[in-house]
């Protein structure tokens, strides 16, 4: 059973920092592809950062050259390192794993129904 967990959330003033953390227990992340969405009331959720098992990476273009998505596989952890935040980032940030098998996942799709493990959340918010 795989489980994710976030961390990181908080409060921050326009044009800070902030960096979540996203753990995975029963499955390694290093084989998997791992996600960073995010969603607000009443919007759909949006894709914000991924990397795959080879490490390539993708973003959303709203976050473009603002945040890193980085991933320690043998601790299990996905990090977003998030700079220059804008009160438009506030939102409820999810993690999410894609897992396709033994020869993992390989993908740059930021399409949120390819991921099928997500985390509960955690809350940022820019003012």
């Known amino acids: 059973h795989v489980q994710l967990v976030e961390s990181g959330g908080g409060s921050v003033q326009d044009g800070g920092s902030l960096t979540l953390s996203c753990t995975a227990s029963?499955?390694?992340?290093?084989?998997?592809?791992m996600a960073w969405f995010r969603q607000v009331p009443g919007k759909e959720r949006e894709g914000v950062a991924m990397?795959?098992?080879?490490?390539?990476?993708r973003y959303g273009d709203s976050v473009r050259h603002r945040f890193t998505i980085s991933k320690d596989s043998a601790r299990k952890t996905v990090t977003l390192q998030m700079n220059s935040l804008k009160p438009e980032d506030t939102a409820m940030y999810y993690c999410?794993?894609?897992?396709?098998?033994?020869?993992?996942?390989?993908?740059?799709?930021?399409?949120?129904?390819?991921?099928?493990?997500w985390g509960l959340g955690t809350q940022v918010t820019v003012s």
């Open positions: 990397i795959n098992r080879k490490g390539t990476t």
């Open positions: 029963g499955y390694g992340a290093g084989s998997a592809c």
């Open positions: 999410a794993a894609q897992y396709t098998g033994f020869s993992g996942c390989y993908s740059t799709d930021l399409n949120p129904t390819l991921f099928d493990h």
